[in-house]
């Protein structure tokens, strides 16, 4: 963000309607975004939308959906909602999540839109109501920016009401001592203060290994990290790169020194792991919390599953490929724990791309033993109950109802691979025509007896 672009974000609350920049962010996130019709989780967050529930309750099942890999469809489910019903928490929810690295720009008109809602400037002398809320959120989010400028005029908002507020009066009194010391005008304003979706620029240069990486475009964002493209001069090649978040950026209250184990154990693990359909492990910086991988610029199956670029007529070819790579996950000693095909990305755009198999965040080894993990759709029968350790034949269910969902597209899998059912029998739903060998291969896959589980 520059100061230029912060003079633009300081006009009048009310200059862009509210469902104009939720029309946006369906716009940006819709695509490969899971459905309502898809998701029954999903469905019931659209019901409670619906239904004008407390903003606390919608929260917690945003948090569910987020901790389930499907962020984006409940943030277009949200902004969708705000057509009929413009309310000023929902659309501050999704600018907060917008603002945490996905889209600060968009999450920053979307919360400023809210704030030019009615039924904010009528309470906006009521302490704690929206317009407070909404004036934090801007103020702290350009404060880091490090456009203090921008950020004192919402602090100032906020005092105008409460005098003695402490996020408040904390964030104006850093804002003007940036000011003071800095002397920020826009021709004289470094350019190492820039953001990039939430982190500074200038950290990230050095902590990226000074002018090693030159960072493009963010690729995404999970609870802990997030995943930029970039290019290493070094050795001319474009990569991906996943830095852990800030303590302040994440959605998390897990401690930082656990998430750095998890996040360098996934390293530890690809670096392990040799396979032509696994990502490939690059570079690793313990110091600055990032690794570099293989860019694959395909996005994720599930992507090309909703765009139509892979059907049952790739299942031969991805099925021969996932099956590779979970053999050298085996071969590794390892246990993936979280097969899915938005962890399984596609290395070109376009049809018949090979894969390659990625997020290995909650991974194991094949002796160890831990709380189960997962997304519910693809967990195997005996990880539905507490107490059982995953294995490679759980890895290989999972990998059976991936290549179930291929078989079937465009067609959605049954709602029951949604439930909690143990006694699931996912065998019912292997068509019978698949090409040979795959209707007997993926019957075995999808065994409730893990011994059976054979590719």
């Given at each position: 963000?520059t100061a230029?672009?912060?003079?633009?974000m300081?006009?009048d609350?009310d200059?862009?309607p509210?469902?104009?920049?939720a029309?946006e962010v369906?716009?940006?996130?819709?695509?490969?975004?899971?459905?309502?019709?898809?998701?029954?989780d999903l469905?019931?967050l659209?019901?409670?939308?619906a239904?004008?529930?407390?903003?606390?309750?919608?929260?917690?099942?945003?948090?569910a959906l987020?901790?389930?890999?499907y962020?984006r469809?409940?943030l277009v489910a949200?902004?969708?909602s705000?057509?009929?019903?413009p309310?000023?928490?929902v659309?501050?929810?999704?600018?907060?999540?917008?603002m945490?690295?996905l889209?600060?720009?968009l999450?920053?008109?979307?919360?400023?839109a809210?704030?030019?809602?009615?039924?904010?400037?009528?309470?906006?002398w009521t302490?704690?109501a929206?317009f407070?809320?909404?004036?934090?959120?801007?103020?702290?989010c350009?404060?880091?920016?490090?456009?203090a400028?921008?950020?004192?005029?919402?602090?100032?908002?906020?005092l105008?009401?409460e005098?003695?507020h402490a996020r408040?009066?904390?964030?104006?009194?850093?804002a003007v001592a940036?000011?003071?010391r800095?002397?920020i005008t826009?021709?004289?304003?470094?350019?190492?203060?820039?953001?990039l979706?939430?982190?500074?620029d200038?950290e990230l240069s050095?902590?990226?290994?000074?002018?090693?990486y030159?960072l493009?475009r963010?690729l995404g964002r999970?609870?802990?990290a997030?995943v930029y493209e970039a290019?290493?001069?070094r050795v001319?090649?474009s990569v991906?790169i996943?830095?852990?978040?800030?303590?302040?950026?994440r959605?998390?209250?897990?401690?930082i020194?656990?998430?750095?184990q998890?996040f360098?154990?996934e390293?530890?693990?690809?670096a392990k792991?040799?396979?032509?359909y696994v990502?490939?492990l690059l570079?690793?910086?313990?110091?600055?919390r990032?690794?570099?991988?293989d860019?694959?610029?395909g996005?994720?199956l599930?992507?090309a599953?909703?765009r139509?670029?892979?059907?049952?007529?790739?299942l031969?070819?991805i099925?021969?490929?996932l099956?590779?790579?979970?053999d050298?996950?085996?071969?590794?000693?390892?246990v993936h724990?979280?097969?899915?095909?938005?962890?399984?990305?596609?290395r070109?755009?376009?049809?018949?791309?090979?894969?390659?198999?990625?997020?290995?965040?909650?991974?194991?080894g094949s002796e160890?033993?831990?709380?189960n993990a997962g997304?519910?759709r693809?967990?195997?029968?005996e990880?539905?109950?507490?107490?059982?350790?995953?294995?490679?034949?759980?890895?290989?269910?999972s990998a059976?109802?991936?290549l179930?969902e291929?078989a079937?597209?465009?067609?959605?899998l049954?709602?029951?691979?949604?439930?909690?059912?143990?006694?699931?029998?996912a065998?019912?739903?292997?068509?019978?025509?698949?090409?040979d060998?795959?209707?007997?291969?993926l019957?075995?896959?999808?065994?409730?007896?893990?011994?059976e589980r054979?590719?």
């Amino acid at each position: 963000m520059t100061a230029e672009w912060a003079v633009a974000m300081a006009g009048d609350a009310d200059d862009v309607p509210l469902w104009t920049v939720a029309q946006e962010v369906v716009a940006q996130f819709g695509d490969g975004a899971a459905r309502p019709e898809e998701l029954a989780d999903l469905g019931a967050l659209v019901d409670s939308l619906a239904a004008a529930t407390a903003i606390d309750a919608l929260e917690a099942e945003l948090r569910a959906l987020s901790h389930a890999g499907y962020l984006r469809g409940a943030l277009v489910a949200m902004a969708s909602s705000l057509h009929e019903r413009p309310r000023a928490d929902v659309a501050m929810t999704i600018a907060r999540e917008l603002m945490d690295a996905l889209a600060l720009e968009l999450g920053v008109r979307l919360c400023r839109a809210a704030l030019a809602l009615p039924a904010v400037q009528q309470s906006r002398w009521t302490p704690g109501a929206a317009f407070t809320t909404g004036n934090l959120m801007l103020g702290d989010c350009l404060l880091d920016a490090g456009d203090a400028a921008g950020a004192l005029r919402h602090f100032e908002a906020v005092l105008s009401v409460e005098v003695d507020h402490a996020r408040g009066r904390s964030g104006f009194s850093t804002a003007v001592a940036h000011l003071e010391r800095l002397g920020i005008t826009p021709e004289h304003r470094s350019r190492g203060l820039a953001l990039l979706d939430g982190l500074q620029d200038l950290e990230l240069s050095h902590a990226l290994g000074g002018d090693r990486y030159e960072l493009s475009r963010p690729l995404g964002r999970g609870r802990h990290a997030v995943v930029y493209e970039a290019y290493d001069r070094r050795v001319g090649r474009s990569v991906a790169i996943k830095r852990l978040l800030e303590p302040d950026a994440r959605r998390s209250t897990v401690p930082i020194r656990v998430l750095e184990q998890r996040f360098f154990s996934e390293a530890r693990t690809l670096a392990k792991v040799r396979s032509p359909y696994v990502v490939g492990l690059l570079d690793v910086q313990t110091r600055q919390r990032f690794i570099a991988m293989d860019l694959c610029r395909g996005g994720n199956l599930r992507l090309a599953l909703r765009r139509g670029l892979v059907d049952r007529e790739d299942l031969p070819r991805i099925g021969e490929q996932l099956g590779a790579a979970l053999d050298a996950v085996r071969t590794a000693s390892a246990v993936h724990r979280d097969i899915k095909p938005a962890n399984i990305l596609v290395r070109r755009q376009g049809r018949g791309s090979p894969i390659a198999l990625a997020d290995f965040g909650l991974a194991i080894g094949s002796e160890q033993s831990g709380p189960n993990a997962g997304t519910l759709r693809y967990l195997a029968p005996e990880l539905r109950v507490a107490g059982t350790r995953a294995t490679a034949a759980s890895d290989r269910f999972s990998a059976g109802v991936v290549l179930l969902e291929l078989a079937c597209a465009p067609s959605p899998l049954p709602p029951l691979f949604d439930s909690l059912d143990t006694e699931l029998d996912a065998r019912a739903f292997v068509p019978a025509n698949l090409p040979d060998p795959w209707t007997p291969r993926l019957q075995r896959l999808l065994s409730p007896d893990p011994q059976e589980r054979t590719w």
